[in-house]
């Protein structure tokens, strides 16, 4: 069965049906097909199209069919162009006749922007809840190591001691971002948008905010042309699936460093590592490997949607039904990414004393030094100078900070006093950092507390 045909003399060739059909991917669409399309049916109720017993009568066989599709072998063996003439094709087997009203005054161009809208806003639902859960396995993972200090990096070089936790709030922040991307993913796809018909506007009078209603829209399209010719909201969507999974690239490959043996701080689980079929020896960290490489995936399907929209000319062009494929795969990809780097986090242990040592070993205190000069009145740009060569000085002489004590350092720069020796120690030197923001230990012990708190509101 087609939605078309009239003005063809021939049918379409196999090639070009086969070459065309998006049943196999749009057939997820098919649930919110259904609740659409029933809701069509009480706008074509209530523009008098369809009696209230042949809307009734539509309305029973979509939730018949609805249900039948739950089962496992209803897409088998069916040919159908697209999932909407599917949807209609099981309509007419159902309610006979009465079925051929259903597209009065409606295109599939609209219908399949509805039907996006819809999947659309339970998916950024579905991904804000696995967002959530993710952001409370690294705050647990915070708290489970408090107090570890490890060296926080710039350039892959030791650059300044933090406290594990602020190193967790990063990431965690970089979700709560992505909690709201998917929010305001939600708001744009939020718009009802049938009553545009194919491009012009429809040509019967529905009330569109009844429509909208109906299906819980808070807000109408404004011009129907827009409707048919936009994929803004799931360019919308794959942006901040694109963001998110960088931001768990960003967290695997920090782990896949720790946990390697070169720095040996974590280990992660039995559970979430792989060996190797050669190598006795190896465990290899292939959960955090393909969320890294799914990220790559995921911006693909970002650009080759960009690509795709980029200079179609007003309104719909086929060309927009290649936005499914990426969007179902970025999405897929995502939530599974989510979900893997939450059971990983779950699952890492941190050998505290290791981070611990590196960040003593090297001159992370440099930096508490040089404003602590500064402080007690030498100008920075000197304080600096006088640090750096401290550092030389230690280099040339195989000494770590621990090993100077008061003595020797005011010998090397009276600046010093014999007071700051206690700063060669990098926990002394967060203390300073009590700024909002900082890595000061009641700055984080704060912060810890409000990102508790902030976890529920990320899902509303
Ligand atoms: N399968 C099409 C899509 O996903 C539905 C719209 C078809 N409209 C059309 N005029 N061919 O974009």
């Given at each position: ?18 070459f ?30 369809l009696?209230p017993g ?31 003439t599917?949807v209609?094709?099981?309509?007419k ?23 996006m ?11 804000r ?154 465990k290899?960290?292939?959960s ?173």
């Amino acid at each position: 069965m087609k939605l078309w045909g009239g003005r063809f003399e021939t049918g379409p060739s196999e090639v070009f049906e086969r070459f065309s059909g998006s049943l196999h991917f749009d057939k997820r669409l098919i649930e919110v097909d259904i609740r659409g399309s029933e809701a069509f049916a009480r706008a074509l109720e209530r523009v008098g199209i369809l009696t209230p017993g042949e809307r009734s009568l539509i309305i029973e066989a979509f939730e018949q069919i609805l249900a039948e599709s739950r089962g496992a072998t209803f897409f088998d063996g069916a040919s159908d162009e697209d999932v909407h003439t599917l949807v209609i094709r099981k309509l007419k087997e159902r309610a006979g006749p009465v079925a051929d009203k259903i597209h009065t005054g409606r295109s599939r161009n609209e219908q399949v922007s509805l039907d996006m809208r819809l999947w659309l806003r339970e998916e950024c639902d579905r991904v804000r809840v696995l967002i959530g859960e993710l952001a409370e396995s690294l705050l647990n993972l915070a708290e489970r190591y408090r107090d570890a200090v490890i060296p926080g990096y710039t350039h892959l070089r030791r650059a300044q001691a933090v406290l594990w936790p602020h190193y967790l709030l990063a990431y965690f922040e970089m979700l709560a971002r992505d909690s709201e991307r998917f929010a305001e993913a939600r708001k744009r796809a939020n718009v009802m948008p049938l009553g545009s018909g194919a491009l012009a506007g429809s040509g019967f009078p529905f009330d569109r905010e009844a429509i909208a209603r109906d299906l819980g829209f808070v807000a109408v399209s404004r011009n129907s042309m827009d409707v048919s010719a936009d994929r803004d909201f799931v360019l919308d969507f794959l942006y901040a699936a694109a963001a998110a999974m960088l931001h768990l690239s960003r967290l695997a490959e920090d782990w896949i460093l720790y946990s390697s043996e070169e720095f040996g701080w974590m280990e992660l689980g039995d559970a979430v590592t792989s060996g190797s079929s050669l190598m006795p020896q190896k465990k290899n960290p292939d959960s955090l490997e393909l969320i890294r490489g799914k990220c790559g995936r995921v911006v693909g399907c970002l650009n080759a949607l960009l690509v795709t929209m980029k200079g179609l000319p007003l309104t719909y062009n086929r060309d927009m039904q290649e936005d499914k494929e990426p969007l179902f795969d970025a999405a897929d990809q995502l939530s599974a990414s989510l979900e893997m780097a939450r059971v990983v986090a779950d699952s890492v242990k941190l050998n505290a004393a290791l981070p611990k040592q590196a960040a003593a070993e090297s001159w992370v205190v440099a930096t508490d030094l040089a404003e602590a000069l500064s402080r007690s009145g030498v100008p920075f740009h000197q304080a600096h100078q006088i640090v750096g060569r401290l550092v030389l000085e230690s280099l040339k002489r195989g000494k770590k900070p621990a090993e100077w004590t008061a003595e020797e350092l005011a010998e090397f720069a009276p600046e010093f006093g014999t007071t700051m020796v206690r700063l060669l120690d990098p926990v002394e030197g967060m203390k300073s950092r009590e700024i909002p923001g900082g890595t000061g230990p009641a700055a984080v012990a704060k912060a810890l507390v409000e990102a508790r708190a902030r976890l529920v509101q990320m899902r509303v």
